[in-house]
């Protein structure tokens, strides 16, 4: 596992201090959630430059930076070890408690929100959606996640001893309940049987969290289906030279076969035909976005992050589906480069 943090975003996101601040302009933007990587914290710069961003286009974002501990060394520690169910049941409270959140409702009492993960933290984001009575998400974009699992964990860097311990733990031993309980990533850690195609038998029975929140088992939970469903949009981005994420297509719920590199995308899985966690019917919506920028894990550049924030966050409108620009004119970053923002070419999913 290599630290999933954000220094790129530290160099190429530089603003100047001195904007002008744009004046409050209603209708008012939905307050952001945003969930980080790996080894990262949530009172990183890189995080924070990133939520500074955000609020460049559409002033007046609140933005909450999803935490375990107030403590950053400690958040940071939670994301290799702990028990992710339970980690998200605690995120999920604390966002009913926070009074910012709580003055954006919607016409049900729901928290309104949009939500943004990096890395594992788009798929707890994805598994707070389903899981987090009372929230209600509109946009939910994740960059690089894993959302149909990893099927290998990636070698740490020499010196990071709390990665190697998490490694060290899951070794012949990922689908323990001593592991689930307590090593992050072995929760999203998932093997399939080579005869079926389907999760293998220790990844149904032991996973603590990704078997669950894939609605993967035999009983599947109706209200995942429905929150998944109601999302307005949720926007993949996977990164094309993404060598971290084994396998990268896992950014898009697609499966890769481990002996022949063959790619299915998720459209042609069971998971999807069967619409076990409502994609299908997201994607009948138009609300199932599969998008890639170019470069490795979290290889994020300005342009395509403003470009996805202005489109998928800031205020709701009326319209529902309508599309927001960012208003490039009163905050002042460089244009929006579109030839950028590659859609996806199916052709390259379906090898
Ligand atoms: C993880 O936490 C959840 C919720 O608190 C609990 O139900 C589950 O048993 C725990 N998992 C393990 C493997 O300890
Ligand atoms: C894969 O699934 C088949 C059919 O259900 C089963 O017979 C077989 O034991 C499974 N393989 C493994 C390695 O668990
Ligand atoms: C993966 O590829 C191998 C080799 O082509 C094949 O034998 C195997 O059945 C494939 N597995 C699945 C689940 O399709």
């Given at each position: ?112 929100v ?43 860097g ?60 035999s009983v ?31 950014g ?59 489109e998928?966050?800031?205020p709701e ?5 309508a ?29």
């Open positions: 596992m290599r630290l999933l943090t954000l220094p790129a975003l530290l160099t190429l996101l530089v603003f100047s201090t001195a904007l002008p601040s744009p004046p409050p302009s209603p209708p008012k933007s939905l307050p952001l959630l945003i969930w980080h990587g790996l080894g990262d914290r949530y009172d990183a710069d890189g995080l924070h430059t990133v939520g500074t961003l955000a609020n460049k286009i559409h002033p007046g974002t609140h933005i909450y930076y999803i935490r375990l501990d107030d403590d950053g060394s400690a958040d940071r520690s939670a994301s290799f070890f702990g028990n992710v169910s339970a980690q998200v049941a605690k995120v999920c409270e604390d966002i009913k408690a926070d009074p910012q959140l709580a003055r954006s409702l919607d016409e049900k009492g729901g928290i309104r949009d939500a943004l993960g990096f890395s594992q933290g788009g798929q707890f984001l994805r598994g707070l959606v389903e899981r987090c009575e009372g929230l209600s998400v509109r946009s939910l974009m994740t960059f690089g996640s894993q959302h149909n699992g990893i099927s290998e964990f990636q070698t740490c020499s010196y990071d001893f709390v990665c190697k311990g998490a490694v060290a733990l899951v070794k012949g031993n990922a689908w323990t309940e001593y592991v689930q309980g307590r090593v992050v990533p072995a929760q999203y850690y998932r093997t399939v049987n080579e005869t079926t195609g389907r999760g293998s038998e220790g990844y149904l029975e032991g996973s603590g969290f990704l078997a669950d929140v894939n609605n993967e088992r599947k939970r109706g209200e995942y289906v429905e929150r998944i469903a109601a999302l307005e949009r949720f926007v993949m981005w996977v990164f094309e030279e993404d060598k971290t994420v084994i396998p990268k297509e896992s898009w719920f697609a499966e890769v076969n481990g002996t022949d590199g063959v790619v299915t995308g998720l459209r042609e899985r069971a998971m999807y035909k069967e619409d076990w966690l409502g994609l299908r019917r997201l994607d009948e919506k138009g609300g199932l976005v599969f998008k890639s920028t170019p470069g490795g894990h979290m290889d994020l550049n300005e342009e395509v992050l403003a470009e996805a924030f202005g998928y966050f800031g409108t009326s319209e529902k589906g599309r927001l620009m960012p208003q490039t004119g009163s905050v002042g970053y460089a244009p929006v480069l579109r030839e950028q923002v590659m859609l996806v070419d199916e052709s390259k999913i379906y090898l």
